[in-house]
Nanobody, 128 residues
Framework: QVQLVESGGGLVQAGGSLRLSCAAS????????AGWFRQAPGKEREFVAA????????YYADSVKGRFTISRDNARNTVYLQMNSLKPEDTAVYYC?????????????????????WGQGTQVTVSS
């Protein structure tokens, strides 16, 4: 089992920045692919970003490319999501997820069912 706890959400004005953290405990998280998803009210959960355990492959949704940066510190069992130039449409609950497959095929990285473990989510609200 892997337990994931997100933090860092909050209320920010459009154009501002936030950094989300996801702290993992339990089984060795360092070998897991880590991802961030988000879900806005009335919408499906959508992929935001992911990073393989090696850190050599990083993936972003088109909607956040150039604004968000995912990173991980395996020594600290923590994954980060730096969010810059935030827009009101970024408002959502953000979830951290872990995939025990350290080498998922590219096509599956953005699929929620690929991930085995989920955090409880952290709210991000961007005001206009």
């Amino acid at each position: 089992q892997v337990q994931l706890v997100e933090s860092g959400g909050g209320l920010v004005q459009a154009g501002g920045s936030l950094r989300l953290s996801c702290a993992a405990s339990g089984r060795p998280f360092s070998r897991y692919t880590a991802g961030w998803f988000r879900q806005a009210p009335g919408k499906e959960r959508e992929f935001v970003a992911a990073v393989r355990w090696t850190g050599d492959r990083i993936y972003y949704a088109d909607s956040v490319k150039g604004r968000f940066t995912i990173s991980r510190d395996n020594a600290r069992n923590t994954v980060y999501l730096q969010m810059n130039s935030l827009k009101p449409e970024d408002t959502a609950v953000y979830y951290c997820a872990a995939d025990s497959n350290g080498y998922p095929v590219d096509a599956m990285v953005g699929v929620a069912t690929e991930y085995d473990y989920w955090g409880q989510g952290t709210q991000v609200t961007v005001s206009s």
